[in-house]
């Protein structure tokens, strides 16, 4: 397994989630990202849906976060991550920040 890969993420945070600022209720955000994911599954391009819609500042680049080593990440992001073939979706990850969907790209 490769010590390197490249992701994009969506990330849409809740008010439960100990690392975000938002008033959404993890109910709500649940739903969203849920919706995203059947866009993304019916065929929107990941970097549009991560771009109209992720609370990050990555979704300025289409959710990239570039290249990352193991341990860059905080750790449910990360095993996520790493357990993605190339070109796979996750399904919804939970971390501090909220919920998130991983694209892995290399």
């Keep these: 397994m490769s010590d390197q890969i490249r992701a994009s993420h969506i990330l849409v945070s809740?008010?439960?989630a100990p690392q975000a600022n938002t008033q959404l209720s993890a109910e709500d955000a649940m739903k969203q990202i849920e919706a995203l994911k059947t866009q993304i599954d019916g065929g929107t391009p990941f970097e549009q849906?991560?771009?109209e819609n992720a609370d990050c500042p990555s979704s300025?680049?289409?959710g990239d976060l570039g290249s990352f080593g193991r341990g860059a990440m905080v750790p449910e992001f990360d095993q996520a991550a790493f357990d993605l073939d190339v070109g796979?979706?996750?399904?919804?990850?939970?971390?501090?920040?909220?919920y998130h969907l991983i694209y892995r790209t290399e």
Excluded at 88 to 98: I, K, Q, R, Y
Aim: charged share 15%.
């Design 88 to 98: 796979a979706l996750s399904g919804v990850v939970e971390t501090a920040f909220g």
């Design 14 to 16: 809740h008010a439960d």
């Design 60 to 62: 300025r680049q289409g």
């Design 49 to 51: 849906v991560a771009s």
